[in-house]
């Protein structure tokens, strides 16, 4: 079974290009993160015609996530439990929810596609809320675990954190900004600690996933690792190989994230009415 994630950067924009590459690459579950539409936005058709099904949680233009399955996806759950809010409070001061986070259960496989917070700069709200916003993950990570220590489970999608030096193009370029600082990266780690690891790094040691658009980074493959697949001991007793598919930055409109992607060992229920493609 394939499983793969993608921040895509609107999906509305980018279908056709998703949906080749999911019918090309064999792919049988995707993680899409930052979607940015509503579920009445949602070009669902093209997904359809390739042979997917889709879930999504999506509330504005901004952020959003989404899976696309061509297996049967259960236990669909928009964001985990002790997820904080961000924004204007409410009468009760609470903070509004934002599409950040999916869950969906594919093969007795727990999945989460997730959009970290990016938190902007050091010092800023946002920054606050990034962090109590990963504390709260890795909170539900364990008792999750600790629930069902059996079932495989994988948090995919934009992590907004650089875990390594490596993991950008020049760190001093970095110094005094988000991604890199200290916090952010115990914060990564601290995923590791509740029994997590990262599934591709193994396979795959070096390479990005997130090139802006500005000032021609990908030409000069000025780039950041920030899209991860964090698994369970489980899950990464399955992983059979790994890949960052870097072509997907080249070509007409592409993302500014390239998808990245896992093979499992896993059984799956052949459907005889899925769409021949050639």
């Given at each position: 079974m394939r499983i793969?994630?993608?921040?895509?950067?609107?999906?509305?924009?980018?279908?056709?290009?998703?949906?080749?590459?999911?019918?090309?690459?064999d792919v049988d579950v995707l993680a899409m993160q930052e979607i940015k539409c509503k579920e009445n936005q949602f070009p669902f058709e093209q997904f359809t015609a390739a042979g997917y099904e889709v879930?999504?949680?999506g509330l504005s233009q901004w952020n959003g996530v989404a899976f696309a399955s061509r297996l049967p996806m259960s236990e669909v759950?928009?964001?985990?439990?002790?997820?904080?809010?961000?924004?204007?409070?409410a009468a009760d001061g609470t903070l509004p929810l934002e599409a950040r986070a999916l869950g969906v259960t594919v093969n007795d496989v727990r999945l989460w596609s997730l959009y970290v917070p990016n938190g902007r700069e050091l010092g800023h709200a946002h920054y606050d809320y990034k962090l109590r916003w990963l504390a709260a993950l890795s909170a539900d990570t364990r008792a999750w675990i600790a629930a069902n220590p059996q079932q495989p489970l994988a948090l995919m999608g934009?992590?907004?954190?650089?875990?390594?030096d490596t993991d950008v193009w020049d760190i001093q370029a970095f110094e005094g900004s988000t991604h890199v600082s200290a916090p952010e990266r115990a914060a990564f780690n601290d995923f590791m600690d509740a029994g997590l690891s990262?599934?591709?790094r193994p396979r795959i040691p070096t390479g990005y996933t997130y090139w802006d658009y500005k000032q021609l980074r990908f030409p000069r493959n000025e780039g950041m690792r920030i899209d991860f697949i964090l698994g369970s001991q489980p899950f990464s007793d399955k992983v059979t190989n790994a890949g960052i598919d870097r072509n997907e930055r080249k070509g007409d409109a592409?993302?500014?994230?390239?998808?990245?992607?896992?093979?499992?060992?896993?059984?799956t229920e052949e459907d005889e009415d899925r769409p021949m493609f050639w």
């Open positions: 793969a994630t993608w921040n895509v950067n609107s999906i509305r924009a980018r279908v056709d290009r998703v949906a080749d590459w999911l019918v090309r690459e879930e999504l949680h759950t928009k964001d985990f439990e002790n997820m904080p809010g961000f924004g204007v409070a934009d992590w907004n954190v650089a875990p390594l990262d599934v591709v592409p993302s500014d994230h390239v998808p990245v992607w896992v093979d499992l060992d896993v059984e």
